[in-house]
């Protein structure tokens, strides 16, 4: 399904269910510590969520069988929460969420050290995948390519000479959870199908400490890097606006 500009009331249903997202984020953020299984903050996510009023996006989606995918090291994202999974101290935690409000959805995702980082150059990671995210949308306009976006991702990741996870991609949102096109976190400028305003988007680069190799775990879902190497996932789902863009995943 190829994404459309939405309407008005459809953008204002996905501000309130980026709003309450962004708020189940923060919130497991605050809770996050080590010691806790990814299970005990898949129950936060659900039960915070209910009481805000919106539904996971995620649930049954193809066959997931939880509300959110929280994924450790070296597993990239789709992760599958577990009661035997224990953070530690030091582990990157990937929080991937999504919320349907009024059957609008919103897509959006933080990474998160436990504690306090064992190296800085997990903090580092982490911090560089945010930016990178942040870049490819400040590339956002009305015209945009999705070469544009891809381009200003890479430009942040090679400069830290990070892997670029590259099977998996940025894409549209809002009537479903993935609408095309797809949104690489790689390209060049002036490429790629054109992205007008009134869209909206989800930009989602996952890097690594390695190489950009990954491949599907036992489980069916979880992406792991190959090599086992750390590796980081920031998204927001943003609409695309006449000069620039609105952070719909936000508090
Ligand atoms: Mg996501
Ligand atoms: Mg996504």
């Known amino acids: 399904m190829q994404t459309k500009v939405k309407t008005k009331a459809e953008i204002a249903a996905m501000r309130e269910s980026g709003r309450m997202l962004a708020t189940v984020l923060q919130f497991l953020k605050n809770q996050l510590t080590p010691g806790m299984s990814t299970k005990d903050l898949a129950v936060l996510a659900s039960d915070e969520l209910r009481r805000l009023g919106g539904e996971p996006s995620f649930l049954h989606y193809q066959g997931f ?18 009661p035997d999974k224990i953070i530690q101290t030091g582990d990157i935690v990937g929080l991937d969420f999504g919320v349907t409000y009024q059957k609008m959805i919103t897509d959006s995702a933080i990474s998160v050290i436990a504690g306090k980082p064992i190296d800085q150059r997990h903090a580092k990671l982490v911090e560089q995948t945010e930016r990178a995210m942040m870049a490819g949308i400040g590339a956002l306009h009305d015209g945009v390519r999705t070469g544009d976006i891809g381009a200003a991702v890479q430009a942040v990741l090679d400069k830290g000479r990070y892997g670029i996870v590259r099977d998996l991609v940025g894409h549209g949102v809002g009537h479903a959870l993935h609408e095309d096109p797809n949104i690489p976190n790689y390209g060049r400028k002036n490429t790629g199908p054109w992205l007008q305003a009134g869209m909206t988007i989800a930009i989602e680069p996952m890097a690594t400490l390695g190489t950009d190799d990954v491949f599907v775990a036992e489980d069916g879902w979880t992406i792991v890097t190959q090599d086992n190497s750390r590796a980081a996932h920031f998204e927001h789902t943003v609409l695309i606006t006449e000069d620039g863009f609105e952070l719909l995943t936000t508090t």
């Open 65 to 82: 069988p939880d509300v959110i995918c929280i994924s450790v090291n070296d597993e990239v994202v789709h992760g599958i929460p577990s």
